[in-house]
């Protein structure tokens, strides 16, 4: 249907809805059975089958499969049933593993979905948006991404950017005016928003006109749906990583069959050899196991309340050594409370604290009145007509719907007995001009019940005593001479210093023929009425997480719209401003290019009176002096720097979608501490990852070296294929994924944050798995000489012996894999997952070495007990023998 040919009238017809209460509950189920979800079709998934499948597209892989079947042929079908049993267990860890991250990423996309406010049963409510029916009314305001495709019914100043549908940059301005243009273009349809596009500007109503993939969006779903999937630069260093390790292993591998050919060994025996030490010595599941370890550490920063939007941000925390934080929100409890109120050199105090609509007025401690002042009363009335928040009741805890300082001042004149209610009765809003952060201020034209217009205006003091003409003092307008401006500039700074926020008031009445074409007419000539003074005190929490920032090496930076006075006392109450650290506001930073600011910066901790494009260049001043920075907002224009920043992160509760959109990051409680927890959580998961590469590589290394090393003496095979299959798969499975729970080491939010191209093997770990890999292959191949050399005609308890060796070694190596400095560095059972996956390795080998079954599968014999002296002692060596040297080397 042609919705925008259409009226207000005839779109509530066509759609059966009405503007003043929405859809009825019962309404929008009967209309959600008939249309579904608002959501676009996703893309077809990789069955579960395919994905299975999958798992054996792996060369080496297909090259065991062909011995195996080679093998079968010949009559070894004992060992060909084993080791497709093997094979087929590793494919299906991969396969789960696959799977849990695929449903681990689908929750991440549903937590991050937008929501939209839509009426229902004449009650405003926010909702996710695949909630969102035909029919539905639904209001949007500056910030929030259109949740489906909307005919608008009411337009003020709106403005929607639609570069996602139409390709052009530029916002476009919205009316709620029918068109009469025949055919026009998705770019001309100025009376109707868009899934999926985002309000820059102004605020306005619209009844839903289309869902999912009814949408001009859907027109794009396969887009959407394709995006490509982001891999970490850890990701992509492990990935050329394997290749390099895939030729080592086989160069090594082919070295093996080469020489054992050589010494008279049989030329199957040794190909199959080989094929198995390949396909044990090559890390194939370490990318599965980084994504992960990634996964899991996305899911415990939820629990710490925070969501990732973009998985190299996780790898990228541990490298944060700049946050660049907004105060209101985050560092402070977002509970804005007006506690003074100031206008014609008076002051009076407003007791009551958060947002209880409860509280008494005082002047030099006597209870007034409020409504009996007039210029409190004209402070409190005009600062709440001039607002969009709302105060609701929930879980018996007031909360503020909207911005908290609107929310400040909507619940100082209820404290005075004002409601909207009663105030629209007697007012009428006929124009408004939105907060603009660049203007720092809003504007409403109001005509009274008597008819008389006029302007209210409310914003930053300085800005309001720049475009104000006069002020009120003692209740008579007086022209703004120098002598009141220093003394409200006074006021200003006698509040501030108090780490008071500052608001002003001002109005300006209007003739019956004055027009008032846009803000510029309006915010000019005023007269000042007063100020109101809020505080938002700090959280609890944070000075502790700012304290454990600096041990972490990392700076905090707070950035604020406040005045430098305010900005400065909150940032000394929360230990952020050092006596030798600097304090710069914008007016300052205008006049910085950003290479002098570069000079500076270091000496920079708060940044006050701040605009969108000082954030940028306060962002690129820091990197340029190799930062690697993280960047908080909340607000449309904070989007360039947090998506410039190398990690963005933006409000889960206050942020709008457009932040959202541009972050990496998404705090679910808007919290500092919060960002504190993620950059603990970011360097464990990289630390964890070490752990894993480290034990899985030092493992293959004495896999490959045992057999080199037999081959070289001219010894019979230490271990049979089956048997290095089976070592493959008890010690690389559950401890490596294991390491990736472990929990972080004490001193990790002690070091230094981690350089960004700090290569895997760095901080000794390239020896670490050197040194650890041979003396594991050492003391197998010593275990396998001492019992072969006892009775060379028992070569399968010779092997076996080996065999319990080689992984009994690997399982002790794995605690030592847990500290960067040695096993008696940590606590073994911090780790009850790693000790539970031990002891389930540990019973899989007993089961191959004592189960009768399995005996002859794996051409094992039941080990006897004063055998298991030698294997426990060789064993502990490789991991208890560095440890050792540590000890003594750290001692002197």
């Not at 949408?215 to 970490?232: F, K, R, S, W």
């Not at 217009?453 to 022209?479: C, H, M, Y």
Request: aromatic share 6%.
């Amino acid at each position: 249907m042609m919705f925008h040919e259409m009226n207000k009238e005839n779109v509530e017809k066509a759609l059966k809805t009405n503007v003043q209460t929405g859809l009825s509950t019962d309404e929008v189920e009967k209309r959600r059975r008939q249309v579904g979800d608002n959501v676009l079709d996703e893309g077809e998934k990789e069955s579960a089958l395919v994905l299975f499948i999958s798992q054996f597209k792996d060369f080496m892989t297909i090259v065991l499969l062909a011995a195996t079947l080679i093998s079968g042929f010949l009559g070894e079908y004992i060992d060909a049933i084993a080791i497709i049993a093997i094979v087929l267990i590793n494919g299906f860890l991969g396969f789960f593993q696959e799977r849990r991250a695929e449903k681990s990423l689908q929750a991440l996309k549903e937590l991050s979905a937008p929501q939209v406010v839509v009426r229902r049963d004449g009650q405003w409510m926010k909702i996710p948006s695949k909630e969102v029916t035909v029919g539905d009314v639904v209001k949007f305001e500056s910030g929030d991404r259109i949740g489906a495709d909307v005919r608008i019914i009411e337009a003020n100043n709106l403005e929607i950017e639609e570069s996602a549908l139409t390709g052009e940059s530029i916002p476009s301005p919205k009316s709620s005016d029918p068109l009469t243009q025949e055919h026009p273009s998705l770019g001309d349809l100025n009376n109707m928003a868009f899934m999926g596009t985002m309000v820059t500007r102004g605020n306005g109503i619209g009844i839903v006109t289309g869902i999912g993939m009814k949408t001009a969006m859907g027109e794009i779903a396969d887009m959407i749906q394709n995006a490509e999937t982001l891999t970490t630069p850890l990701q992509r260093r492990l990935e050329q990583l394997g290749k390099i390790l895939i030729v080592v292993a086989l160069l090594l591998t082919l070295l093996v069959v080469l020489v054992g050919v050589w010494h008279g060994h049989d030329i199957y025996t040794m190909f199959l050899a080989g094929v198995s030490l390949a396909v044990a010595a090559i890390p194939e599941g370490l990318p599965a196991i980084v994504t992960i370890a990634l996964s899991l550490g996305v899911q415990r920063m939820i629990r710490k309340n925070a969501i990732v939007r973009k998985l190299p941000a996780v790898e990228t925390l541990g490298c944060a050594s700049v946050i660049c934080s907004d105060k209101t929100g985050t560092m402070t409890q977002n509970k804005m409370t007006v506690t003074h109120l100031w206008s014609g050199g008076h002051t009076w105090q407003v007791s009551g604290t958060g947002y209880q609509p409860e509280g008494s007025f005082y002047k030099e401690d006597t209870e007034i009145n409020p409504i009996k002042e007039k210029s409190v009363y004209q402070l409190l009335t005009f600062g709440l007509l001039c607002n969009h928040a709302e105060l609701k009741l929930k879980d018996k805890e007031y909360v503020v719907d909207g911005d908290p300082t609107e929310g400040a001042l909507l619940v100082s004149a209820l404290k005075a007995g004002l409601t909207r209610e009663v105030l629209l009765k007697q007012f009428a809003i006929e124009q408004e001009f939105p907060f603009d952060s660049t203007r720092k201020m809003m504007s409403m034209v109001i005509k009274d019940q008597h008819g008389k217009r006029f302007v209210i205006t409310k914003g930053a003091p300085d800005v309001l005593l720049n475009i104000s003409k006069s002020v009120l003092w003692n209740n008579r307008e007086q022209l703004l001479t120098q002598e009141y401006q220093r003394n409200v500039q006074q006021a200003i700074e006698s509040l501030a210093s108090q780490a008071l926020r500052t608001i002003a008031i001002a109005f300006k009445p209007l003739k019956d023929y004055d027009v008032i074409a846009d803000e510029n007419a309006a915010e000019k000539d005023l007269i000042l009425i007063g100020i109101q003074g809020m505080i938002d005190p700090p959280r609890p929490e944070v000075r502790q997480a700012i304290k454990e920032c600096k041990e972490a090496g990392i700076k905090t930076v707070m950035i604020t719209g406040d005045h430098l006075i305010t900005a400065k006392a909150i940032a000394k109450q929360l230990g952020i401003l050092q006596h030798h650290k600097k304090v710069i506001d914008g007016q300052t930073l205008n006049q910085m290019s950003v290479d002098e600011l570069e000079d500076v910066i270091d000496d920079i901790s708060v940044f006050a009176r701040v605009s969108p494009d000082h954030k940028l260049k306060i962002v690129k001043a820091f990197q340029n002096r190799g930062h690697i920075v993280a960047m908080t907002g909340d607000g449309i224009n904070d989007a360039p720097a947090i998506k410039t920043s190398d990690i963005g992160i933006s409000m889960g509760i206050t942020g709008t979608d457009v932040a959202k959109e541009a972050s990496s990051l998404i705090l679910l409680d808007d919290n500092f501490a919060t960002i504190k927890s993620a950059i603990k959580e970011g360097r464990n998961i990289y630390e964890n990852i070490r752990k894993f590469v480290r034990y899985l590589l030092a493992s293959n290394v004495g896999e490959i070296l045992v057999m080199l090393f037999a081959m070289l003496l001219s010894l019979p095979l230490p271990v049979i294929p089956i048997q290095i299959l089976w070592v493959n798969l008890v010690t690389d499975g559950l401890p490596a994924m294991a390491l990736g729970l472990d929990q972080p080491e004490e001193n990790v939010m002690k070091r230094k944050p981690r350089h960004p191209k700090e290569g895997v093997f760095a901080r000794r770990l390239g020896w670490k798995v050197v040194s650890r890999g041979f003396l594991i292959g050492i003391v197998t191949l010593v275990a396998f000489m001492t019992i072969y050399y006892q009775n060379t005609d028992n070569l399968a308890y010779a092997q076996t012996v080996a065999f319990a060796t080689l992984v009994l070694a690997q399982l002790i190596h794995v605690f030592d894999c847990r500290s960067e400095h040695s096993v008696l560095a940590r606590n073994p059972f911090g780790n009850m997952y790693l000790v539970m996956a031990v002891l389930s390795s540990i019973l899989l080998m007993l089961v191959v070495i004592y189960v009768p079954l399995f005996q002859p599968i794996f051409h094992t014999l039941p080990i006897q007990p004063k055998d298991w002296l030698l294997i426990i002692c060789l064993s502990m060596i490789p991991t208890f023998l560095l440890a050792g040297t540590f000890y003594l080397r750290k001692k002197a």
